[in-house]
């Protein structure tokens, strides 16, 4: 790699990033390739190269973006809004200097229609084997995890925002958080979506109301409701 591009988090008996990735670009190439890794969760984000090889906590992470995703999907789905994309649903954004795999990204089809996301096949691949999105998501939704709390705090949310992501959502259940937050775009930030007293927040993307609950069941097992309401 050349000097300027740095890799934070990364394992390097388990990932071997290649000598010419040096850039987003370089970096975009990389993912199209088929031995690009396929565990783990490998970003670039504004510069860097952010590894994470970290096995998914199944109280705090597997249980919570299930059920995030379950709701999300549900609706997107009964009102045929647009597609939905669980894990490894690559998005990339060169005013963002971003590619990453949120946990969740929801797409218009009008946003697809109008071109502000494109579906990019990968590289020698047939023309419907798409492998990436490139462009401005409706939705991103990121769960925090003991490894990812500096990188989905503070800095994947500014590069979202520079990507022209429409609303990004944070959720953090680790033991002694919670943290269910719907952020709008302001005009240079995000901007947090104000809870009414009883918990509820606008999802101005789903056109929603949201809360997310969370319940501890005997034997110490953790479980999660996101309610929606008009």
Request: with cysteine.
């Amino acid at each position: 790699m050349e000097a300027g591009t740095n890799v934070l988090l990364v394992d390097d008996d388990a990932v071997a990033i290649p000598p010419t990735v040096h850039d987003l670009a370089s970096f975009r190439a990389w993912t199209y390739e088929d031995d690009f890794p396929q565990s783990g969760r490998i970003d670039f984000v504004s510069g860097n190269i952010e590894v994470d090889m970290s096995p998914e906590n199944v109280l705090f992470h597997s249980l919570p973006k299930t059920e995030v995703s379950r709701v999300i999907a549900n609706t997107v789905k009964l009102r045929q809004l647009g597609m939905v994309g669980i894990d490894r649903k690559r998005i990339a954004s060169v005013p963002g200097d971003l590619s990453a795999e949120p946990d969740l990204v929801f797409i218009r089809y009008e946003t697809l229609k109008c071109g502000a996301v494109r579906l990019v096949p990968g590289a020698g691949k047939g023309p419907h084997d798409y492998i990436e999105i490139e462009g401005s998501p409706d939705l991103v939704v990121e769960i925090v995890s003991r490894s990812s709390v500096k990188k989905d705090m503070h800095r994947l949310p500014p590069t979202y925002f520079a990507a022209g992501v429409g609303e990004f959502w944070l959720v953090d259940v680790r033991p002694g958080c919670f943290l269910f937050q719907i952020h709008h775009r302001g005009d240079a930030a995000w901007a947090p979506a104000p809870p009414r007293e009883d918990g509820w927040q606008w999802s101005r993307v789903l056109d929603r109301w949201y809360r997310l609950e969370q319940h501890e069941l005997p034997g110490g097992i953790w479980t999660y409701d996101l309610i929606e309401r008009e």
